[in-house]
């Protein structure tokens, strides 16, 4: 969790993958959504913020593996899923925070946040002529999380 919360390109990191932490951070921002939804959504927000990051984290790492990366799926999926602190965070800080545009900017730097340290794990990938097909699907699971996030009720408002 340290090489997320400061970002280097420190590639030793990724021989020690677990799933464990992931599993724990997708816990959390699923506990932390469903208990601002209604009563009525909340288990299905659970269960759409839990498939969202692990089918997304999934198609994200095969993606990467298919364009040619060195990493196996499962550090690429345990790279990304360490990569949601950030959005935890946010998600926790949003929970006491009803201003409107003050979330808007928790959510976008937790967002840019996320993407950079993914990108900064898998730049050691070797994709040189494919980094944009490589970027785009991290951006965009991300930003879906981001969005997620975004839209969930405070629990003060």
Same mark, same amino acid.
């Given at each position: 969790?340290?090489?997320? %919360?400061?970002?280097?390109?420190?590639?030793?990191?990724?021989?020690?993958?677990?799933?464990?932490?992931?599993?724990? %951070? @997708?816990?959390? %921002?699923?506990?932390?959504? /469903?208990?601002?939804? #209604?009563?009525?959504? /909340?288990?299905?927000?659970?269960?759409?913020?839990?498939?969202?990051?692990?089918?997304?984290?999934? =198609?994200?790492?095969?993606?990467?593996?298919?364009? !040619? !990366?060195? $990493?196996?799926? +499962?550090?690429?999926? @345990?790279?990304?899923?360490?990569?949601? $602190?950030?959005?935890?965070?946010?998600?926790? &800080?949003?929970?006491? =925070?009803?201003?409107?545009?003050?979330?808007?900017?928790? =959510?976008? =730097?937790?967002?840019?946040? /996320?993407? *950079?340290?993914?990108?900064?794990? $898998? /730049?050691?990938?070797?994709?040189?002529?494919?980094?944009?097909?490589?970027?785009? #699907?991290?951006? %965009? +699971? *991300?930003?879906?999380?981001?969005? &997620?996030?975004?839209?969930?009720?405070?629990?003060?408002?």
């Amino acid at each position: 969790m340290w090489q997320v %919360l400061i970002p280097r390109r420190n590639t030793d990191v990724l021989r020690d993958w677990d799933l464990w932490g992931p599993l724990l %951070l @997708c816990l959390s %921002l699923a506990i932390m959504l /469903s208990v601002t939804a #209604p009563t009525d959504q /909340s288990a299905l927000v659970f269960s759409g913020v839990f498939t969202i990051i692990w089918c997304g984290a999934g =198609v994200v790492a095969l993606n990467a593996k298919l364009l !040619g !990366g060195n $990493l196996s799926f +499962f550090q690429s999926v @345990c790279v990304l899923g360490y990569c949601c $602190l950030p959005l935890v965070i946010a998600s926790l &800080i949003c929970l006491f =925070v009803p201003i409107v545009f003050a979330r808007i900017a928790i =959510v976008v =730097v937790a967002f840019a946040w /996320s993407t *950079y340290a993914a990108l900064t794990f $898998l /730049s050691s990938v070797r994709l040189t002529d494919r980094r944009a097909l490589a970027l785009y #699907p991290i951006f %965009l +699971f *991300y930003f879906v999380l981001a969005w &997620i996030i975004l839209i969930s009720k405070s629990v003060l408002g």
